[in-house]
């Protein structure tokens, strides 16, 4: 990769803008530009790129997967409810990690096998998913799980698991050095999704899945278990993203990261994975996730409502998508326009 | 006819039909009139929506912000009313605010060429955004009674909206069967290349298209607030999913050109008999997202599975048919 290519990659732009902005901000607001606020800032966040950046490769292989809001309650109740019947809080959390890549893997399973719109089928499973998680604590009642309280576990249903133990509230509480553990965590998530996507067989099969699946399965590439593995990677972003909520807001809920659907698409696409299919890296996710949550978290400062945020992120996505496809379409025009002029001299 | 008895809507009919008489094994209420009546009426805001989804899902398109666009129309309609504007006119606003908001999805997907569930997950944002920006974020209340008057109307004990609704779906139905401007919509969504090569208006058609949506998407707007008789910040919240999952039921099919209003219709019926006969079993309504998505999954399964046998049968009798050919000429 030459330098040229570089400078002209999405991703460079992307940090162009994240530069750019985090100085704009700064100017208008001193006290954003302190390290240690800026990295703070990131846990209001966490959840959307742990969902967002194994997304990406769902994208890349031309599906989506919107079930993972729902994931991220379900993991979220799941967690509290084992940690209520008595189970230390973290044998808890991996029965909810647990449950959670098992929803991956009927998402995974369904759409390897059937040659149904993904979008569809995690339709369905975003429904399902919820469904369950809300249901959880009334249908434990009725299996005849005794709980402490004299509403028996429904009454969870609306107000939540609280009272989680200390050692849990501290994965988001603690840090190492200034850098809060959620994000290290992200950084190390990213490293590995990366060198998953770009160095192995796996990442090249997601890309060729994306670009043409009759020519992957002509390939001998086991195109079903890559399939299944890239929504089973969704699954465990969302089991995360679920986890890190719960220790963040110190409370299980059924409807956690509910309305993250919007901004965790909006981050795919800002970082440059192509919704169609074929294109995408982790690295443009990871900064288009930061470019966002540090454009959010500086209006905010700034007094910016959060209605107006909501507008300014819409037109954001619409604005970079509306840019990429015309800059496309004038390169183009301008290739064809050299193709012609050169074949009129030769 | 005979391919109307092999179709979804039929399927979906069916299926409609033993929830309704099994559920009415458990609560003979069912059976009664006004019950199978207030499912209609219950189902109207989806019915209207999911109509106007269908059009850019025939186009092999897909707008998300149809929940939106009811909401912001629904804003508009009931700021104009408390600012004393006559009923008329603040629907006529509220119905020009839902085609504008449909426009600007057209435009942005037509025009500069953003991916339809891109731009709509935008305009799915800005609009939620400019519906708090309006208000300043708190409910619109003390609606004055013009616009709860309409729901109060029935004509032979059937409600005055319901009637309004079924005389807007047989209008798009017979549109959509019998104008050749309508049949593009399905040609453009199966091949949009071979539509441009046969001189079909490609893009107006799509513009087109999420124009309609946003117009649909305000006369819900104008049902659900007649009926609910104020505008909450969360109004018609998520029925862009919901719109979407009719319209699958339905067997609108997301990959464009296949699927009738009357499909749209039933499958947005069924999601709202659904909640109503889990209303009437007595399970709690925290299960009603469950059921829905295990309804979706299990009819688009079985609607993957009832498709590739048939294509495996067809391939065999044309392979059966053509050896038989060969064996005749010998």
Redesign the interface.
């Known amino acids: 990769m030459n330098l040229k290519h570089v400078f002209r990659s999405w991703e460079f732009a992307l940090f162009v803008l994240l530069v750019a902005e985090i100085a704009v901000l700064g100017v208008i607001n001193p006290t954003f530009l302190n390290i240690e606020n800026l990295l703070y800032s990131t846990l209001d966040f966490s959840h959307i790129l742990f969902a967002a950046l194994p997304l990406t490769m769902v994208i890349i292989t031309a599906g989506i997967d919107i079930s993972g809001v729902s994931i991220m309650g379900l993991t979220s109740i799941t967690l509290g409810l084992v940690w209520v019947a008595g189970v230390n809080i973290f044998v808890a959390m991996a029965i909810a990690i647990l449950i959670g890549l098992l929803a991956g893997l009927f998402n995974g399973f369904f759409v390897a096998n059937t040659d149904v719109n993904p979008l569809v089928i995690t339709l369905g499973t975003l429904f399902m998913f919820a469904g369950l998680a809300q249901g959880m604590p009334a249908l434990l009642d009725l299996l005849g799980f005794k709980a402490y309280g004299s509403g028996g576990l429904a009454a969870y249903q609306y107000e939540g698991i609280t009272g989680l133990p200390d050692s849990f509230i501290h994965l988001t509480d603690g840090s190492l050095w200034i850098i809060p553990y959620p994000f290290i965590a992200i950084l190390i998530f990213a490293a590995i999704l990366s060198l998953l996507l770009h160095k192995t067989r796996f990442g090249r099969a997601l890309y060729l899945i994306g670009v043409n699946p009759k020519a992957t399965i002509y390939s001998g590439v086991p195109i079903k278990k890559v399939l299944i593995g890239a929504y089973l990677l969704s699954a465990l972003g969302a089991v995360l993203a679920g986890i890190t909520l719960t220790s963040y807001f110190t409370s299980a809920r059924a409807d956690l990261g509910g309305d993250a659907l919007l901004p965790i698409i909006t981050t795919v696409v800002l970082g440059g994975a192509d919704i169609l299919g074929g294109s995408g890296t982790i690295l443009g996710t990871l900064l288009a996730g930061l470019l966002l949550g540090f454009l959010r978290q500086g209006l905010l400062a700034i007094g910016v409502t959060n209605d107006l945020i909501q507008v300014v992120t819409g037109a954001l996505l619409i604005l970079a998508m509306a840019t990429k496809r015309l800059a496309a379409v004038y390169g183009e025009f301008r290739l064809n326009r050299r193709t012609l002029s050169s074949k009129e001299r030769g | 006819m005979k391919r109307f008895f092999k179709s979804r809507e039929l399927l979906i009919m069916l299926l409609l039909a033993v929830l309704i008489i099994i559920t009415g094994l458990f609560n003979k209420n069912v059976y009664k009139f006004d019950s199978i009546s207030e499912i209609f009426n219950a189902s109207l805001t989806l019915t209207l929506i999911s109509l106007g989804e269908m059009f850019v899902i025939l186009t092999r398109g897909?707008d998300v912000s149809v929940g939106a666009t009811a909401g912001l129309a629904a804003v508009i309609l009931g700021t104009t009313l408390n600012l004393g504007w006559p009923i008329g006119w603040a629907i006529l606003a509220a119905i020009i605010t839902g085609t504008l908001a449909g426009m600007v999805n057209a435009f942005?997907i037509t025009s500069?060429?953003?991916?339809p569930?891109?731009?709509t997950?935008?305009?799915?944002?800005?609009y939620?955004?400019?519906m708090?920006?309006i208000t300043g974020?708190s409910w619109i209340e003390n609606l004055p009674q013009s616009i709860k008057e309409p729901n109060r109307w029935d004509i032979l004990h059937v409600p005055f909206f319901v009637w309004m609704t079924l005389i807007v779906i047989a209008i798009t139905a017979y549109i959509t069967l019998k104008a050749r401007p309508a049949r593009y919509f399905y040609a453009v969504g199966d091949n949009e290349e071979g539509a441009y090569l046969l001189g079909i208006p490609v893009k107006l058609t799509q513009f087109a298209a999420y124009t309609l949506a946003g117009f649909f998407a305000a006369l819900a707007a104008i049902v659900f607030t007649s009926q609910i008789g104020f505008v909450s910040m969360n109004a018609a919240d998520g029925f862009e999913?919901k719109a979407?999952?009719a319209n699958?039921l339905g067997g609108v099919s997301?990959?464009g050109g296949i699927g009738t209003p009357l499909g749209a219709t039933i499958g947005a019926l069924f999601m709202t008999a659904v909640h109503s006969m889990l209303i009437f079993l007595g399970i709690?309504g925290?299960?009603?997202?469950?059921?829905?998505?295990?309804i979706?999954?299990t009819v688009?399964?079985i609607d993957?599975r009832v498709r590739t046998t048939i294509e495996l049968q067809q391939r065999q009798s044309r392979i059966r048919g053509e050896s038989g050919a060969v064996g005749g000429e010998s």
Do not use: E, K, S
Request: charged share 10%.
């Open positions: 897909i942005g500069m060429r953003v991916p569930i891109i731009m997950l935008g305009t799915l944002g800005i939620r955004g400019l708090r920006i974020g999913l979407i999952a699958v997301l990959t709690p925290i299960w009603d997202n469950a059921f829905a998505g295990i979706l999954l688009v399964y993957y």
